[in-house]
């Protein structure tokens, strides 16, 4: 884990809660399957994002 950052998903006093992991490389499937198994977490994303300095490929064009 490069970073870790964790918060409300609302405004709300003990609402949902929210956490971005930033990793060093794509997780394998079998960690996301085990994250998902815990029953207080309701979903996980994976976002790959352009490596510093280069622009996504949908705005390159």
Same mark, same amino acid.
């Given at each position: 884990?490069? +970073?870790? %950052?964790v918060g409300r %998903?609302?405004?709300v006093a003990?609402? =949902? #809660?929210i956490g971005v992991l930033n990793l060093d490389s794509e =997780? =394998? +499937? #079998?960690a996301l399957? *085990?994250?998902l198994a815990h029953?207080?977490?309701h979903s996980a994303i994976v976002v790959q994002l352009?490596? #510093?300095g *280069?622009? =996504?490929a949908w705005m390159a064009s």
């Open positions: 884990i490069g +970073q870790m %950052s %998903s609302g405004d003990g609402g =949902p #809660a =997780p =394998p +499937q #079998a399957d *085990e994250v029953p207080h977490i352009p490596k #510093a *280069e622009l =996504p």
